[in-house]
């Protein structure tokens, strides 16, 4: 218990919108309790701002000028742009996996099956390890594709047809992801 004490009493502030966070995250608590009533909403109260002041120390603090603080500070709305933001990748991504399904579908029950296997250098336009990450895997989720190595500046993809392959760069989740990548780049998070 001392720990905690001292975890509490050593933390520094919630640095950016620390009502809107709490907000969010009790609401999301009592929807997945289920229940409203005054336990729930104290048990849900109190794990909320533990874990607020608990990822305040988590994470470090950000650099920021005053223009991009002012310029965040008139636009509250830029707290929820990163959910928005996922959701529309996730949204497109399913799209694109639909569509390679069926591509894929058609080859596999062609009769003469024109398979041309292909292993390709992908380099993809983004530069952080997470979003390196994501390509990768999304690369790897779609039919047809496969991520088979990921270097420092490539990816080493396999792909069943040429056009696949050759289909990556420009691809509309490479697109949003760099998108989200250069938002963050430039500031304009939470």
Request: charged share 15%; glycine share 6%.
């Amino acid at each position: 218990m001392r720990g905690l004490r001292e975890l509490i009493r050593t933390s520094q502030p919630v640095r950016r919108w620390p009502i809107a966070k709490a907000v969010v995250l009790l609401v999301f608590w009592l929807l997945l309790a289920g229940q409203l009533d005054l336990h729930h909403l104290l048990l849900g109260a109190s794990v909320v701002l533990l874990s607020l002041v608990v990822s305040s120390r988590l994470v470090p603090p950000t650099p920021a000028s005053r223009r991009s603080q002012s310029r965040v500070a008139r636009r509250p709305w830029q707290f929820f742009w990163l959910p928005l933001e996922l959701a529309g990748y996730f949204g497109r991504m399913l799209v694109d996996l639909v569509i390679a399904n069926i591509k894929v579908a058609g080859i596999v029950l062609r009769i003469q099956m024109p398979l041309q296997p292909v292993v390709y250098d992908y380099h993809p336009p983004v530069r952080a390890e997470w979003a390196r990450v994501l390509l990768a895997n999304s690369v790897t989720l779609t039919p047809g594709t496969l991520t088979v190595e990921l270097g420092p500046d490539t990816f080493l993809v396999h792909a069943l047809t040429a056009d696949a392959a050759h289909g990556l760069p420009g691809w509309a989740a490479e697109r949003r992801v760099a998108h989200i990548e250069q938002r963050l780049r430039e500031g304009a998070s939470v």
